[in-house]
């Protein structure tokens, strides 16, 4: 079993930054791989980033490609989102997911723990 936790959500004026963090707990951290999901109102599931165990192979949706960066640090449990130059359009529920089999990529379905998800709210 592993609980995910996230905080850092908030209002953001267009151009801000945030940074999210998801904090876990229950199996060993640094032996699964981590994930960030966004749902907006009306629209399905989108896959963020993810980042591998160790925190050495990261992946990016090309919608936040160059202003999201996913990070790790393995001795607080905790994986991180730092989100910069936000858009209205960023405008979502963010959530974090672990992977158990290390090999879920972008798709929700492989990602077998999910935290409750945090708002994050960019104005114009």
């Known amino acids: 079993q592993v609980q995910l936790v996230e905080s850092g959500g908030g209002l953001v004026q267009a151009g801000g930054s945030l940074r999210l963090s998801c904090a876990a707990s229950g199996r060993t951290f640094s032996t699964y791989a981590m994930g960030w999901f966004r749902q907006a109102p009306g629209k399905e599931r989108e896959f963020i980033a993810r980042?591998?165990?160790?925190?050495?192979?990261?992946y990016y949706a090309d919608s936040v490609k160059g202003r999201f960066t996913i990070s790790r640090d393995n001795a607080k449990n905790t994986a991180y989102l730092q989100m910069n130059s936000l858009k209205p359009e960023d405008t979502a529920v963010y959530s974090c997911?672990?992977?158990?089999?290390?090999?879920?990529?972008?798709?929700?379905?492989?990602?077998?723990?999910w935290g409750q998800g945090t708002q994050v709210t960019v104005s114009s």
């Open positions: 997911a672990a992977d158990m089999s290390n090999v879920g990529g972008t798709i929700a379905a492989a990602y077998a723990y």
């Open positions: 980042i591998s165990w160790r925190g050495r192979s990261t």
